[in-house]
């Protein structure tokens, strides 16, 4: 979502230089990601939108066009690349869709979503911690996603406010999945979500239209965990 007259634009040219830097790094990012996953077209094309090394902290933005987590503060990370384009691809995502995203981390994959739903659609992102939540919508605000809203609550309990949706996206690992994500997604929809603890699976969940759910194992993942209510406890003073 940035503008070709924008790039560039009061900057001396050593800045111009590491930005056409970064966009020849993102460009071989994704082109390799391309060689070895199966990419479709929409996300393929919403990750070269989406400039990463907005959405991590400045020390981290030379890291940001590497296929690997890295460190966005609060013991928390920004999924690697190839997990982000995975997770997007196992949605099924299409334009007008409205979403729901546990986890919001530095936003960027909501961003990643965002691009792909359009402005027809909506992307709900729950983070429970602040600075976290605030971190994201800079970033967002930066970047001009204006179909991205960030929500400070605890995800394990889903969004009702705005359910149901047509897909629900857990950017952490829960110990199970969690009843009210169940209830809020829509008969039809697909949720995608890591399961466990020391060993996580990634799942792909679908409520078919007579609202029965149907679980797919998609490989073994590693997450932070999701803390709350429905997810797990340890770290949380109660
Ligand atoms: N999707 C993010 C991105 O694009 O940067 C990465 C998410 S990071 C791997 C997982 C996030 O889940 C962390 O920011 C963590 O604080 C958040 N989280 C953990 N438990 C949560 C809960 N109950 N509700 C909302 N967010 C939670």
Do not use: W
């Not at 790094?25 to 390799?32: A, G, Q, S």
């Not at 940001?64 to 099924?92: F, K, N, W």
């Not at 179909?147 to 199970?176: Q, W």
């Amino acid at each position: 979502m940035i503008s070709e007259e924008g790039r560039g634009k009061g900057k001396n040219k050593r800045e111009i230089e590491e930005e056409e830097n970064l966009e020849t790094m993102h460009r071989r990012l994704i082109d390799n990601l391309g060689a070895y996953l199966l990419l479709g077209d929409k996300v393929r094309e919403a990750m070269l939108r989406v400039p990463r090394h907005k959405f991590v902290p400045e020390y981290e933005q030379r890291a940001a066009y590497m296929d690997r987590p890295l460190d966005i503060g609060h013991g928390q990370t920004i999924s690697a690349p190839h997990m982000v384009a995975i997770m997007c691809e196992l949605l099924e995502l299409l334009e007008g869709h409205k979403v729901l995203e546990i986890g919001t981390g530095s936003g960027y994959n909501a961003a990643v979503m965002g691009e792909i739903v359009g402005q027809n659609g909506h992307i709900y992102t729950v983070e429970r911690i602040e600075a976290l939540a605030n971190f994201a919508k800079e970033n967002l605000n930066k970047t001009g996603y204006k179909n991205v809203t960030v929500v400070l609550e605890d995800g394990s309990m889903g969004y009702s406010e705005c359910a149901p949706y047509d897909r629900i996206i857990v950017t952490c690992a829960a110990p199970y999945i969690p009843e009210p994500l169940l209830e809020q997604l829509k008969s039809g929809g697909i949720m995608v979500i890591p399961v466990g603890d020391y060993f996580q699976e990634l799942y792909k969940v679908k409520k078919d239209i007579k609202g029965r759910i149907h679980k797919k194992r998609k490989g073994e993942v590693i997450f932070v965990p999701l803390l709350g209510k429905h997810g797990f406890r340890k770290g949380l003073e109660c």
